[in-house]
Nanobody
């Protein structure tokens, strides 16, 4: 059974940090590029960051560049999003998503093979 399970969300103050993790199981994790996608209240899906299957390169949306860092551990079947200098506009449900081979810089669900259930991140005083 394929699973992507996000953890580490919650409430943070502006300027604070959170670290999201996504644990993968049921598929060959090291063959899949991984992305983080978010959905803010009343808004559509927004692609946030992605990393190649072999850790060779990472990409970020302009809205998070310099503040967020994506990483993965293929031995542990996990991908992490370190979020620093958080802003209220980072408030959203964050999803991890997997795409076989090609890194998708996309927010479209149908461009991914697997999708997590999402985790809430709230940035507020």
């Amino acid at each position: 059974q394929v699973q992507l399970v996000e953890s580490g969300g919650g409430l943070a103050q502006p300027g604070g940090s959170l670290r999201l993790s996504c644990a993968a199981s049921g598929f060959t994790f090291s063959s899949y590029a991984m992305s983080w996608v978010r959905q803010a209240p009343e808004k559509g899906l927004e692609w946030v960051s992605g990393i190649y299957s072999d850790n060779s390169d990472t990409y970020y949306a302009d809205s998070v560049k310099g503040r967020f860092t994506i990483s993965r551990d293929n031995a542990k079947n996990s991908v992490t999003l370190q979020m620093n200098s958080l802003k209220p506009e980072d408030t959203a449900v964050y999803y991890c998503a997997a795409a076989l081979g090609i890194l998708r810089l996309s927010s479209r669900r149908d461009e991914y093979d697997y999708w997590g259930q999402g985790i809430q991140v709230t940035v507020s005083t």
